[in-house]
Nanobody, 121 residues
Framework: QVYVVEPGGGLVQPGGSLRLSCAVS????????MAWYRQAPGKQRELVAA???????NYADSVKGRFTISRDNAKNTVYLQMNSLEPEDTAVYYC???????????????WGQGTQVTVSS
């Protein structure tokens, strides 16, 4: 049983900050890639940021310099620190993880339930 929970969403004013977290629990051996996606109504889901198990990161051009992804491997948790938020950042944000159940196993992909982030005055 693997559970992915995503607290941290909410309403924030333009220019404000918000921190999302995604915790993965269960009988897991390791987590490789962790990433954040977002999807606005009527739009395609897009990759926001990703981080490898070693800490290498990648960001969408639209969030570079404003968002920071990080992870705590001991807690199996990934964070997304969002600064200088803009109305265009309004979307449902989804956590994505690649989980291995034992040494040498394939990685299985899991999605969080999504958390709403609304940037508005």
């Amino acid at each position: 049983q693997v559970y992915v929970v995503e607290p941290g969403g909410g309403l924030v004013q333009p220019g404000g900050s918000l921190r999302l977290s995604c915790a993965v629990s269960g009988s897991i051996f390791s987590i490789n890639l962790m990433a954040w996606y977002r999807q606005a109504p009527g739009k395609q889901r897009e990759l926001v940021a990703a981080i490898t198990s070693g800490g290498s990161t990648n960001y969408a051009d639209s969030v570079k310099g404003r968002f920071t992804i990080s992870r705590d491997n001991a807690k199996n948790t990934v964070y997304l620190q969002m600064n200088s938020l803009e109305p265009e950042d309004t979307a449902v944000y989804y956590c994505h993880t690649d989980v291995a159940y034992y040494d040498g196993s394939p990685y299985f992909r899991y999605w969080g339930q999504g958390t709403q982030v609304t940037v508005s005055s």
